[in-house]
């Protein structure tokens, strides 16, 4: 009976030794999505190019087109081919509650990654790299940030632009009286209608809200750099095996170079939904971080974002 027992226990452990993954629990994200059938994505509604609504209210964007890329890697994964995805609008100020709170697993906006973020969720790879400029009316006469003393400004609340913006206002004592938004479309309104002079905000979301304005022509875009965005996708901390697969996503969309497929169909091409091309290149900082994909962000955020 001894000698039965041994031989049991022997190739009970030789099964594990030959299949590791016999003895490996799904456990975190990859648990809860493979319980409920579906992945969550988090979405912004007015963040053009990187996630906003088309002609039919669908979320689309350059954020949103490579979260469904680690979608298919979370099917391979599980090996659920039908396994379905649900997009959950999030703004500027709900993003990180909603994810945290478990309502949605990957967030694909226009998040900046800093190292004040990093303390509360995880990140993948820089997916892209901005900075704060503010756009104004031409006829308003704002040349630099110091035009800006006494006057008001727009921001979009829970943003790294406002906080920037505000660190420029203290260090310079502009007194710039500031005025807070839901999202980037009800900043833009702001300067639109005359309720404020300028609204910060990263250049890039700046020249597509520009470029899809009414009169594009009224409005430019204007300053040098006051901060350091890496935009990354979001989800959870503490969850390393579902990190890992994200990370290895982007990463490999990276090393493929389909990558520069997906940049070029949303920066360089028409876009919905009115066929507007941003033709906007791909900047150094964004190539580096192609090159070396990593989700310390640029110099770990190096400026005033974080």
Known sequence: MSRLIRLLLTLT????????????????????????????????????????????????????????????????ELKMPNLKHEFVPVTSQTRIPILTGGNIDLECGSTTNSIERQQQVAF???????????????????????DLKGKTVVFTSGTTNERAMKAYNDEKKLGINFIPSKDHAESFLAVETGRAVAFPMDDILLYSLKANAKNPNDYEVIGAFLSDDPYAIMMRKDDP??????????????????????????FQSPIRPKNINLNFPMSDGLKDAIKNPNDKGVGSCGKMSC
């Open 124 to 146: 993948a790879p820089t997916y892209f790299v901005t900075g704060t400029k503010i756009l104004v009316k031409k006829s308003s006469g704002i040349k630099n940030y110091d």
């Open 13 to 76: 452990i030789a099964g594990l030794c030959i299949n590791p993954t016999f003895a490996a629990e799904i456990t975190g994200t990859l648990k809860k999505i493979k319980d409920t059938g579906i992945v969550k994505i988090g979405h912004r509604d007015a963040s053009s190019p990187f996630s906003y609504l088309d002609d039919n209210q669908h979320p689309i964007g350059y954020g949103v087109d490579i979260c469904l890329k680690i979608v298919d890697s979370i099917k391979a």
């Open 241 to 266: 095996s579902f990190k890992k697969l994200v990370t290895d996503t982007v990463a490999g969309l990276y090393k493929s170079g389909e990558i520069n497929k997906i940049y070029t169909k949303w």
